[in-house]
């Protein structure tokens, strides 16, 4: 009788072993259960703020600044060129354009005053230049007299002279050279190139100079 006793004892105490281990355990899921609610909530609540903090951020950010380090590595555009005409006053004038260009002469038309002259520009060389060219065209090289002269281009052009220049010649009246070069009038250069020493005479090369399309000077080149 006293066994049984004792086994029921032992028995009534095993289940209440049991029994506040199984409340203990579903009291601490419950408890952990909270935690977690309780944790998932928070990092709700933090996404929300730095969501939040991000996008306040953005909108306080300032806009960048290109520096003048930054700004010399940017590509250069050309502007458009300022409206540079001359107003149409009697004081206004454009600034002329010039060049000049040694030829050959081919003729002189018109009449006193309004002469139009028709050039073949040719290449007037000397020193290595001049070498070159000459060997380039089979002759001799370097040329004599150190001076080559290339007329490849076949194109003649016209030009009105300005009335009245003077004209430096090296070919004197009677057809000799003068390598000092002198001065005469436009008109009696134009008698020359149809005289008797008209041969000499166009036989020289001219420098021309050329403004706004009209020649404003002729100069004679003298050669030996």
Do not use: C
């Amino acid at each position: 009788m006293a066994d049984n006793q004792r086994t029921k004892t032992i028995v009534f105490i095993m289940l209440g072993v049991i029994a506040a281990l199984a409340v203990g355990a579903i009291a601490g899921w419950f408890v952990r259960g909270l935690e977690v609610d309780d944790l998932e909530e928070e990092l709700a609540m933090t996404r929300d703020r730095l969501a939040e903090a991000e996008i306040d951020g953005a909108q306080d950010e300032p806009a960048e600044v290109v520096t003048d380090d930054a700004a010399e590595t940017l590509p250069e555009v050309e502007s458009a060129p300022a409206d540079t005409a001359a107003p149409t006053g009697s004081g206004s004038s454009a600034t002329p354009t010039s060049e000049r260009q040694p030829g050959m002469v081919v003729a002189v038309t018109g009449s006193p005053g309004a002469y139009v002259l028709r050039i073949d520009y040719v290449l007037f060389l000397t020193g290595a230049e001049a070498a070159a060219a000459a060997t380039a065209h089979g002759d001799e090289s370097p040329p004599p007299n150190d001076y080559y002269v290339v007329n490849d281009n076949p194109l003649l052009r016209d030009f009105p002279i300005r009335p009245g220049i003077p004209v430096t010649v090296v070919t004197n009246d009677d057809g000799t050279s003068d390598s000092d070069g002198h001065t005469i009038t436009l008109d009696q250069w134009v008698a020359a190139l149809s005289g008797p020493s008209a041969g000499a005479y166009r036989a020289s090369i001219y420098w021309v100079t050329i403004t706004d399309a009209t020649i404003t000077a002729i100069e004679a080149q003298y050669v030996p």
